[in-house]
């Protein structure tokens, strides 16, 4: 009617009001309500709760809300399945979420598929984006950039985060579950773009062996790759683009939890953590990667920026609690020189 006439003015937008924000899931107080009807020993709740901030969590509607809300639909499908035995479901993602794998995939060839592309690479790459909020769509202005983003958040794949300096809405992955089904279809993109064909055992096999402490299978994997991509791609790698191709791998199979950037020391930041994913049983290596990735023209600083990456982990290692509670840990530093792929294990 909007489109077709003099416009729908009867009608309220109430998407955004913070008095109704609320509504759109549970609350941190609700989740932990309901937790609580099927948890049997209440030791586990800290635990529990913690994971299914990660998994469910990270939804706002407003930028003037200061709290988060989960995902109803996956809370209750965790909570289904864990009431029986008080175990984690065998898929920590409920199987009715998995086709949105395939929508994300029809979103991103929505108009200008390349430019959607570069939303794709914004988000993985840097953690979040910044564009206007728009509350209408309109037939008469052009599918753009700022159109495609806010087309992904009232879809609930992205969520506002606050505001940059200059005012403008930040938009972000919301959390663990649509992360890893973007991540999925960044993998497949990785898979056509170099002409290779997505091989689940070769994947899995990678994995396997990752999880039985050697990681060295996964790198080469990723350095395959790496060798096929055109020279043209090697004027914008950099270790976060080296890291962006490592979770692509990782999060196919579904091993690990994977965990980005995370604080170590002030201004200290740890690559990446391959940690044991909640609904796995056994007790994989977890691990540690400082990655760095250096030019061809500059392979005779090597060594050098190896031992510069091992000495970030050491220190690493002897200030974090967390790292240090980490059962059959490894940390391991990476040094990319082009399509090369050299590692050491510090642990």
Excluded: C
Aim: glycine share 4%; no cysteine; proline share 3%.
């Amino acid at each position: 009617m909007d489109g077709l006439t003099s416009g729908f003015n009867i009608g309220k937008h109430l998407t955004a009001d913070e008095k109704f924000h609320d509504l759109m899931g549970f609350t941190e107080a609700e989740t932990k309500d309901l937790l609580n009807l099927v948890l049997e020993d209440n030791t586990r709740e800290e635990q529990i709760m913690s994971d299914l901030k990660n998994w469910y969590n990270g939804y706002n509607f407003n930028t003037d809300v200061d709290h988060t809300v989960y995902n109803s639909d996956m809370v209750l499908y965790f909570l289904d399945a864990f009431k029986y035995k008080q175990q984690y479901p065998k898929q920590m993602l409920d199987p009715n979420i998995m086709p949105d794998y395939g929508k994300i995939k029809k979103l991103f060839q929505v108009a200008n598929f390349n430019e959607n592309l570069s939303v794709l690479d914004e988000i993985l790459k840097n953690g979040n984006l910044s564009t206007e909020l728009i509350f209408q769509f309109s037939f008469d202005k052009p599918f753009d950039r700022i159109t495609f983003v806010n087309l992904l958040y009232y879809l609930g794949n992205l969520t506002l985060a606050g505001t940059n300096k200059y005012g403008m809405p930040l938009f972000e992955i919301p959390n663990y579950v649509i992360k890893e089904l973007f991540w999925q279809y960044y993998a497949n993109l990785l898979q056509e773009k170099a002409d290779l064909t997505s091989d689940a055992y070769e994947i899995r096999k990678a994995m396997f062996d990752t999880a039985d402490g050697n990681i060295g299978t996964l790198l080469m994997l990723v350095q395959k790759l790496l060798e096929i991509l055109s020279n043209r791609d090697f004027q914008k790698f950099d270790e976060k683009y080296i890291k962006m191709v490592i979770q692509a791998y990782v999060f196919q199979a579904k091993y690990y939890y994977v965990r980005s950037e995370r604080e170590i020391t002030n201004d200290s930041y740890l690559d990446l953590e391959l940690l044991k994913h909640p609904d796995n049983n056994a007790e994989p290596h977890q691990y540690a990667l400082e990655i760095k990735y250096i030019k061809q023209a500059e392979e005779d600083k090597l060594p050098q920026t190896m031992q510069t990456a091992k000495t970030q982990l050491k220190t690493y290692l002897e200030k974090d609690t967390e790292l240090q509670s980490l059962r059959n840990l490894k940390a391991v530093a990476i040094v990319v020189v082009k399509d090369k792929i050299y590692w050491e294990e510090v642990i």
